[in-house]
């Protein structure tokens, strides 16, 4: 079946970054996008970006542009989200969802990592 | 930006309600709509995609309709699991962007 395995909570200081990573089996890793998606303590869902596994290429939401990097390792079928320049409005749970091609949904969701930004 | 506005926000419901989620978008998304549902502590489900296509899995009480800007999603027959939160997402547009949520309580 389908898995996507996060790595654990984090906390940060204001302006340090942070690194997440999203180690995936039970499918083709290359076949599939894989997408970012945040969420505040109490609110709703915020779309970051995505990476495609087999190229590399990603497209990230111009709210985080310039402080997202998102990356994969496909020898161990991981991706990787790294945000920059950290705030407390940053503090979320951050999760990965894989997103087939051709479809604009998330149909396999990671845990979630919570990364709390504080001083 | 696409805005996505639900509503009603938070609901109560009763076990076998039938219970309808409208969301919808600030321009034209055609049919680039998903559906999810959300537990306390849980990462979302999908349940609908393309607007009306059911997740595989998903249980058959759950359908989508709608296209353009206006979307709808309908419980036929609220069970006890359903009690959650469900979110709209568009896919139409970068950002996708989702909806605010709809609270489904056990009335």
């Known amino acids: 079946q389908v898995q996507l395995v996060q790595s654990g909570s984090e906390v940060k200081k204001p302006g340090a970054s942070v690194k997440v990573s999203c180690t995936a089996s039970g499918y083709a890793f290359t076949g599939y996008y894989m997408h970012w998606v945040r969420q505040a303590p109490g609110q709703g869902l915020e779309w970051m970006g995505w990476?495609?596994?087999?190229?590399?290429?990603?497209k990230y939401s111009q709210k985080f542009q310039g402080r997202v990097t998102m990356t994969r390792a496909t020898s161990i079928r991981t991706a990787y989200m790294e945000l920059s320049r950290l705030r407390s409005d940053d503090t979320a749970v951050y999760y990965c969802?894989?997103?087939?091609?051709?479809?604009?949904?998330?149909?396999?969701w990671g845990q979630g990592t919570l990364v709390t930004v504080s001083s | 930006d696409i805005q996505m506005t639900q509503s009603p926000s938070s609901m109560s419901a009763s076990i076998g309600d039938r219970v309808t989620i409208t969301c919808r978008a600030s321009?034209?998304?055609?049919?680039?709509l998903a559906w999810y549902q959300q537990k306390p502590g849980k990462a979302p489900q999908l349940l609908i995609f393309d607007a009306s296509r059911l997740e595989s899995g998903v249980p058959s009480r759950f359908s989508g309709s709608g296209s353009g800007t206006d979307f709808t999603l309908t419980i036929s027959s609220l069970q006890p699991e359903d009690f959650a939160t469900y979110y709209c997402?568009?896919?139409?547009?970068?950002?996708?962007?989702f909806g605010q949520g709809t609270k489904v309580e056990i009335k």
């Open positions: 990476i495609n596994p087999n190229s590399g290429g990603t």
């Open positions: 969802a894989r997103g087939p091609l051709l479809v604009g949904a998330f149909d396999n």
């Open positions: 997402q568009q896919a139409n547009n970068f950002p996708w962007t």
């Open positions: 321009q034209d998304i055609r049919k680039w």
